[in-house]
């Protein structure tokens, strides 16, 4: 039997994302007998156990450095001074990191992996290399370019570029050129480019089995249009991104902006609908009483809701993560309006505005200016969504499989 590690970087839900997409894939395609382990901690740990409650044998929690959080998202500063001092209740990043690349190399040692895969997690890519262990490394950043305020922070990216460059294959959960969402974050070099391969984005395939109507799917689908506007990311970005949405929800234009509010949070309390009225209603009780709504607050759609409300909507509003962008402009052919939180983001958004398929916004004004605009050149967006749709490759967890498979071959 062949064994496969998976090592998850828990800073974020993507990452966790693409991995449990290839997984289903992995099964899917690959007919030998295979043990999978996975690796990670905090949230990401907690969703491993909820995903595989009969395999806790081979989920590894394993706490690995992931920055300190601001105001904002992370905090450059305090991660900085948490490289060596305690902050915010997190011992020293210098020991966390000792104590992680231990524990992953006693791992190693004692699983004898013929295969690893790391979604994120460098560290993991380094000890694959020194125990000479195939790796993979999946991701949508290499040399992401930086804002001027933070090129201090070069050196930093250009080192653990060159420890990315150590797997095996280096995956890129994207479409192939010129359709690469994340091409602004890759700059890879020459030397290196005969092990990268565009596989495409880790769509779920999965088809939604259509089951009854929501009341909520019931209140939006006779409505003219509305946007739908995301809340994700972990604790700090979700936090920043939900305050910038109230203060635009408080700006003269949006009054009759009608918009759906996911809060990506599993609780049911956030559920409300505010009506035109200034009365606010549970879902069910403004569908029975048929509110003419301005917005629907929810904290977490089922994938049937989403599937509605991304279809349905005119316009989506995110932070600019990989995995939503892909969803929304791909599969859905909507454009975004982009709010980052991260260099990441900016240079996704930026390389949509400058095809026609979203607009970037870093403040309030130039958010309620983007919505105006989509509105006003909504055919035009649409012809740059279309043929963008045409190209985009969402088979990228059943191409990885393959490549899996091969690799276990050879």
Not at 119 to 139: H, L, M, P, Q, Y
Not at 331 to 340: T, W
Not at 369 to 391: D, P
Request: charged residues 25%; aromatic residues 10%; proline residues 4%.
């Amino acid at each position: 039997m062949k064994k496969i590690g998976g090592f998850i970087n828990p800073w974020g839900n993507g990452h966790f994302t693409r991995m449990m997409t290839l997984d289903d894939a992995i099964n899917q395609n690959i007919e030998d007998e295979i043990e999978i382990h996975y690796s990670s901690s905090g949230e990401i740990y907690q969703k491993l156990l909820k995903k595989f409650p009969t395999k806790k044998n081979n989920l590894h929690n394993i706490i690995m450095p992931t920055p300190v959080d601001g105001r904002r998202g992370p905090s450059v500063t305090l991660s900085l001074f948490n490289f060596f001092l305690p902050i915010d209740g997190k011992p020293p990043l210098a020991s966390v990191m000792a104590k992680y690349l231990i524990a992953e190399g006693k791992l190693y040692d004692k699983e004898k992996f013929d295969l690893v895969i790391n979604d994120g997690d460098v560290g993991s890519n380094i000890i694959a290399e020194k125990r000479k262990v195939k790796s993979i490394f999946v991701t949508n950043q290499f040399r992401p370019r930086l804002c001027k305020s933070k090129s201090f922070l070069y050196p930093g990216a250009l080192y653990i570029s060159k420890k990315i460059a150590k797997a095996s294959k280096i995956i890129v959960a994207d479409s192939p050129p010129p359709y690469t969402i994340c091409e602004y974050n890759l700059n890879f070099p020459e030397r290196i480019k005969e092990k990268v391969v565009y596989a495409g984005h880790f769509s779920n395939r999965t088809a939604i089995k259509h089951g009854p109507k929501s009341d909520l799917e019931k209140l939006i689908e006779n409505v003219d249009d509305f946007g739908y506007w995301m809340i994700t990311g972990n604790k700090s970005t979700n936090k920043t991104t939900a305050n910038k949405y109230a203060r635009t929800f408080h700006v003269d234009k949006m009054n009759n902006e009608r918009r759906i509010v996911s809060h990506a949070k599993n609780d049911s309390s956030l559920d409300k609908v505010l009506g035109k009225d200034g009365k606010t209603y549970s879902i069910s009780k403004a569908f029975e009483k048929h509110v003419d709504w301005i917005q629907i607050d929810v904290g977490f759609l089922s994938e049937q809701e989403k599937n509605t409300a991304l279809g349905l909507c005119k316009y989506a509003v995110i932070n600019g993560s990989h995995t939503a962008m892909g969803e929304i402009l791909g599969a859905k052919a909507k454009p975004i309006i982009g709010i980052p939180v991260y260099d990441e983001h900016t240079n996704q958004i930026k390389w949509a505005e400058e095809r026609k398929l979203g607009i970037l916004a870093t403040s309030i004004k130039q958010i309620a200016r983007a919505i105006s605009t989509i509105h006003n050149n909504y055919n035009k967006y649409q012809e740059s969504l279309i043929e963008f749709a045409k190209n985009y490759d969402g088979s990228g967890a059943e191409k990885t499989a393959k490549i899996v498979s091969e690799m276990l071959e050879d």
